[in-house]
């Protein structure tokens, strides 16, 4: 699933609709993870950091924010998704 989510992060022009498609993937992934137990609760809340932070990503997209100020969200979000996959 994090994948997922580096995969829209990185690598060209950020798509507000697969962000907003991923993000829902999170959230419902995080929920059902949660509440078989097969994602601890510290995973699940610092993947719900993650999920904000998606949020934000799509508000500053939509408003159209400074690249700059995007990439540094982004950069931020993927750094997040790496500190819990390894």
């Known amino acids: 699933m ?8 990185t690598g060209r022009k950020l798509n507000v609709d697969e ?3 991923v993000k829902a993937k999170v959230s419902e992934w995080l929920i059902n993870g949660k509440d078989s137990g097969t994602i601890s609760n510290d995973f699940y809340l ?16 939509e408003n159209n924010a400074p690249e700059e100020e995007i990439r540094i969200h982004t950069d931020s979000v993927v750094a997040r998704i790496e500190s819990i996959s390894l």
């Open 46 to 61: 610092m993947s719900g950091k993650i999920e904000g932070g998606l949020d934000v990503i799509i508000a500053m997209v």
């Open 19 to 21: 962000l907003k498609a």
């Open 2 to 9: 994090m994948n997922d989510v580096l995969s829209a992060l």
